[in-house]
């Protein structure tokens, strides 16, 4: 019989948890709210970020909802899902909004994509994954027709 190890990767950033705080050592570096509907209610009910250690290189998304805000009035959100980023190629970041499928913008799609300044949209995109709601994870979607805003651009 042969054994079989699985990898398993243990984040600073559990689900279920909730930020503010940040775990000891990470900084937030991108951040969005995910505008579920056309009217401003629920503009922030959902929350995608980016957080780096910079002593350890470790880099984590997640996705959030919201919670209230906290006593000094930030905003608080529970961890829904947390993806570890860290082996992200150095051409490489994260875009957490303005991603579409063959043309249709959806809130709910990050992607990894080529750090560049020279096009309106990144096209060159390594990987990319859809916020499932009702499962409240991060999935996998095809390439397929995906592209992303550049909001660096210009």
């Given amino acids: 019989m042969k054994l ?25 570096t991108s951040g969005v709210c995910v505008r579920l509907g056309n009217d401003n209610a629920h503009d ?9 250690n910079s002593a350890s290189k470790k880099q984590i998304l997640y996705a959030g909802r919201s ?16 993806v570890d980023i860290s082996a992200l190629p ?6 957490l909004w303005e991603c ?4 249709v ?12 300044d020279e096009q309106p949209w990144f096209r060159e995109i390594l990987w990319a ?4 709601l009702q499962k409240g994870a991060f999935v996998d979607i095809s390439l397929a027709g995906v592209k992303c805003l550049n909001v660096g651009m210009g």
């Avoid at 279920?16 to 937030?28: D, I, M, Q």
């Avoid at 919670?67 to 947390?82: C, I, M, Q, T, W």
């Avoid at 913008?105 to 560049?116: K, P």
């Fill in 44 to 52: 922030c009910d959902y929350s995608f970020a980016t957080l780096a």
């Fill in 67 to 82: 919670e209230g805000h906290d006593p000094s009035g930030k905003p608080r959100f529970r961890v829904l899902d947390a």
């Fill in 100 to 103: 579409s499928v063959n043309g």
């Fill in 129 to 132: 994954k859809r916020f499932d």
């Fill in 90 to 95: 150095p051409a490489y970041r994260m875009t």
């Fill in 4 to 28: 079989i190890r699985a990898a398993v990767v243990v984040l600073a950033l559990p689900v279920g948890t909730h930020v503010p705080p940040l775990p000891s050592g990470y900084k937030e």
């Fill in 105 to 116: 913008v959806d809130e709910t799609i990050v992607a990894a994509v080529r750090n560049t």
